[in-house]
């Protein structure tokens, strides 16, 4: 107790001594607490979106080698590229994959109904049937067209989830054949629950290599594997077989919308964009209906990797199920970076100005330290001459640095809490302004061109696009790690400190420092 005591004295005796090195430790803890703050609430946000960016894997169709294998399959000159697809068999069997956390699987298919009436549907073209296609000089890119006035979802219950959907009546579907409409097409043709509503869609299979325009008609009836389907002929004289398929659909529930009736200002009022018209069922009751060689209904399956570092083998592990190399397998990288990169950034900053100041504080506090005990070399002696042991002496030298320690740490925390927020805000500006001039300057076009002059460019074909933004804001808080941490080196800061001291005081006998005195 008399050491505590003394220690306390000797801090109001020496007031001018103790304030300059309070001033250094307290500036030390300052830093210390703004950038422990700044440095681990940026590690946690660098792992929420490493882990939200990262995790999610991408299979995506190489346009570049898509170009490429169309060009070599050209005869006469004229290039017609299709988007690639994968078999909706093989989507699902890439979910069964020791890599994922977790896969979600959804799938729809556009389909018809004679007997009801979709909302904004045009009588005059009841089937929905077109084609969509994009027409440059030489070359044609061509993808699926619209086929029906319905959009039959399997497994699409993200709405519901995010509350822009919700039940007004019934139940949501818990077995296959069972559907949940919209209100508005349910008060439109007056249907009940327990309803059971006939949907139509179309099934497609690609022609054999030998069945071209010129020896199939188009409605001619041809037979694959056992199957009878109806040949088209495309404006590029292509054959395509297709079969129609039934769906006997229970009605089990009504849904409320709250999302707008399209996607955007700009799409056309037609039945096959209204989202009214979805009609919400299971995965299961969609492909049941689908042979395994034929396309039609279009599976979504998204893939969570159990950590980001999982990505190669989950890749060597498809490609060896059967994914062709004109697909890419990726993460979101391209948004990871863009939007961390800033972050990152702080994040180095705070951690390097934190360590120059530790250790410039440091090199000061022990200078200080060394100049204190010579100054107070004779009160040792005494102390020593009186019979204290130098264990003692050094104690209590230790009790006033904790003590000023501890006064600073106290008021550091509450000045550091406060200081940290403006201070991350403008190093994330900084970083943010930084990184969005690089992107801008690094961003350009890659030009192609096809034959005939065709220039297709403005992206990187095959390559990830991104609208994510940078960081440009980021809540700082402080939590019980960055206290444990900011305590465990204020009581390092003070223990290097009482180190310096007892290194003297083992060195001074206190019958000479008394003649010196003297």
Do not use: H
């Amino acid at each position: 107790m008399y050491i505590l005591q003394n220690a306390l004295k000797n801090l109001v005796r020496n007031k001018g001594r103790n304030l300059m090195i309070g001033a250094i430790i307290f500036v030390i803890i300052l830093t210390t607490v703004v950038s422990l703050i700044i440095n681990n609430t940026s590690s946690a946000v660098i792992e929420d979106y490493k882990e939200r960016f990262a995790s999610e894997v991408y299979i995506t169709p190489d346009m570049q080698k898509v170009m490429e294998e169309a060009q070599k399959n050209s005869t006469d000159g004229r290039v017609m590229v299709k988007k690639p697809e994968i078999p909706s068999e093989q989507l699902l069997q890439f979910a069964n994959s020791e890599y994922l956390k977790e896969s979600i699987a959804t799938g729809s298919i556009m389909a018809n109904n004679s007997e009801i009436t979709a909302i904004d549907q045009d009588d005059s073209n009841t089937s929905g049937e077109g084609t969509t296609s994009i027409v440059g000089q030489g070359a044609m890119m061509k993808g699926p067209g619209m086929n029906g006035n319905y959009k039959l979802m399997g497994d699409n219950w993200e709405e519901f989830n995010d509350g822009l959907r919700s039940l007004e009546s019934g139940r949501l579907p818990e077995a296959d054949e069972e559907i949940v409409i919209s209100n508005e097409l349910r008060d439109l043709n007056n249907i009940s629950l327990g309803d059971v509503i006939t949907f139509t869609a179309n099934m497609s299979v690609d022609a054999p290599s030998d069945m071209t325009s010129d020896n199939v008609q188009e409605g001619d009836k041809v037979t694959v594997d056992g199957v009878e389907y109806t040949a088209s002929i495309s404006g590029m004289g292509t054959v395509r077989l297709q079969r129609e398929v039934t769906y006997p659909l229970t009605v089990v529930g009504v849904y409320n919308d709250l999302t707008d009736e399209y996607a955007n200002d700009n799409m056309p009022k037609s039945a096959a964009f209204n989202r009214r018209n979805e009609v919400l069922t299971t995965l299961d009751t969609l492909i049941a209906q689908r042979k395994a060689n034929e396309t039609g209904v279009n599976v979504n399956v998204t893939y969570y990797l159990k950590s980001p570092e999982m990505l190669e083998p989950f890749e060597a592990e498809v490609r060896a199920k059967g994914l062709a190399d004109l697909f890419n397998v990726n993460t979101d990288t391209a948004s990871y970076e863009k939007v961390v990169k800033p972050v990152e950034g702080l994040k180095s900053i705070s951690i390097t100005f934190m360590i120059v100041v530790i250790i410039l504080g440091s090199i000061i506090l022990l200078l200080l330290a060394s100049i204190s005990i010579r100054e107070r070399k004779y009160e040792i002696g005494v102390l020593r001459a009186m019979g204290m042991k130098k264990v003692k002496v050094a104690l209590g030298l230790w009790f006033e640095i904790l003590t000023i320690t501890c006064f600073c740490l106290v008021i550091g925390l509450g000045v550091g809490t406060v200081a940290a927020q403006p201070v991350s805000d403008m190093l994330l500006q900084n970083q943010a302004e930084a990184a969005g001039s690089n992107t801008s300057q690094g961003a350009g076009g890659n030009v192609m061109m096809g034959p005939g002059g065709m220039q297709l460019g403005g992206a990187q074909l095959g390559g990830a696009q991104t609208s994510a933004m940078p960081l440009s804001e980021m809540k700082i808080s402080l939590d019980l790690v960055t206290i444990s941490e900011i305590i465990a080196i204020s009581i390092l800061l003070a223990s290097f400190a009482g180190l310096v001291s007892i290194s003297k005081i083992t060195k001074f006998e206190p019958i000479k420092i008394l003649m010196e005195r003297n």
